[in-house]
């Protein structure tokens, strides 16, 4: 069902404005009969921050941004959904147009802003299907006009802790100006720590619930040495590598587009995000898993992003290019890799390359 209506509307779905297509897309995901993916082969399982994922493909955060079809993207096949950016007041974020497709370059551009209804919203559609399962976890972030972008994220923490699987605290965004800054390592050792404590604080009613960090595929290699310091001193419980970049690769094809301010996503990213995955991998030694973000549009760069040090991946842009059958077709090719390299699980691949990866050329 899924797949023929997806063959009838994905190339007028690419006619449209992005954003339009993109509410066109969660309507029908809200609305259409699903089918439910089959049962996961146990071999694509992984365990990791307590949590037992089915496989370990999951939505990345934008596509979901108000929590709105989560447990249709579960019954799809995704292994688990990260919903948000979700700010604590509701803001609309930039104006419009702010979201660009790359075509001839499988690539998108957005400076989005953290358009979000609210934490009040979300709070309540994700307190309607808490007791579903599967895994939902949440990214948060501040509002533009905070004056203290630390207590937002504690209170995002306080407020979301009963009903998210974990939590991705987002300074990555390069679409809020400043929130980057949050990167460097002084900011990032008070934010963690008030965050950490805050979680501490809701375990007591809530329970245990992991909290990870995402960050940009822009780090400088020092940058990235000061920030898995911090993220092991604070034993933070993973970090998602990466956000858009603001760099434009060169070699687009798209020369007009690429002009556009704001992240880019998608193919052109495969490369920096999984060098930035491979420096990560070798710092963190085993500290904690990472969820390999950026460019992956194929069962062949899914395992790359494992062997590169993913213990679980995530994508978005390719979905506007290649549909949601790209799920099924990375679970395909993994099972293949597992087998034709007699290992039992894919935890048994994760890293293999990743000093390799570190030794090539800075990526263009
Ligand atoms: C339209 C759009 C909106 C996004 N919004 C968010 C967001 O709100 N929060 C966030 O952490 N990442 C956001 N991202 C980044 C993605 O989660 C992901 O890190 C990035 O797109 C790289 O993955 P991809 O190449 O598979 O798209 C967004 C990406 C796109 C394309």
């Not at 439910?36 to 596509?63: E, H, S, T, W, Y």
């Not at 100006?177 to 809530?206: F, K, M, Y």
């Not at 549009?297 to 790359?304: F, I, V």
Request: aromatic share 4%; glycine share 10%; no cysteine.
């Amino acid at each position: 069902m899924i797949g023929a209506f997806e063959h009838l509307a994905r190339p007028l779905l690419a006619t449209l404005d992005p954003e339009d297509a993109h509410d066109l897309t969660i309507a029908m995901l809200k609305f259409a009969p699903l089918p439910r993916a089959g049962k996961d082969d146990q071999r694509l399982g992984v365990r990791a921050f307590g949590l037992n994922f089915p496989n370990p493909i999951g939505m990345a955060a934008g596509f979901d941004k108000n929590a709105e079809v989560p447990d249709a993207l579960l019954r799809l096949g995704f292994g688990f959904v990260e919903v948000g950016t979700i700010t604590p007041q509701p803001q609309p974020g930039n104006p419009r147009p702010r979201v660009f497709r790359l075509a001839a370059d499988a690539a998108v551009i957005n400076r989005l802003g953290f358009n979000s209804r609210g934490a009040d919203r979300v709070m309540r559609r994700l307190a309607r299907r808490a007791d579903k399962g599967g895994i939902v976890g949440i990214n948060i972030g501040a509002n533009k006009n905070s004056s203290d972008r630390v207590a937002d994220y504690v209170r995002l923490i306080e407020r979301f802790a009963p009903v998210a699987s974990y939590v991705a605290i987002n300074v990555s965004s390069p679409n809020t100006p400043g929130l980057r800054d949050l990167q460097r390592a002084s900011a990032l050792g008070e934010l963690l720590a008030r965050v950490i404590e805050a979680r501490e604080r809701a375990a007591r009613d809530a329970g245990p619930m992991p909290v990870l960090l995402k960050i940009a595929p822009d780090v400088s290699l020092d940058e990235l040495d000061d920030i898995v310091g911090v993220a092991r001193a604070l034993r933070i419980d993973g970090m998602i590598v990466g956000n858009t970049t603001v760099t434009r690769p060169p070699g687009l094809r798209e020369t007009e587009g690429a002009k556009e301010a704001g992240g880019l996503s998608g193919r052109p990213l495969f490369s920096l995000s999984t060098r930035l995955l491979a420096e990560s991998y070798v710092r963190v030694e085993n500290a904690f898993p990472l969820i390999g973000v950026g460019g992956i549009d194929s069962g062949a760069a899914a395992l790359a992003k494992i062997r590169a040090g993913a213990t679980l991946l995530e994508l978005y842009s390719a979905l506007v290019f290649r549909g949601l059958g790209l799920v099924a077709e990375i679970k395909a090719a993994l099972i293949a890799a597992i087998a034709r390299e007699r290992r039992e699980s894919l935890r048994d691949l994760v890293g293999a390359d990743a000093v390799a990866v570190t030794a090539e050329p800075w990526p263009q």
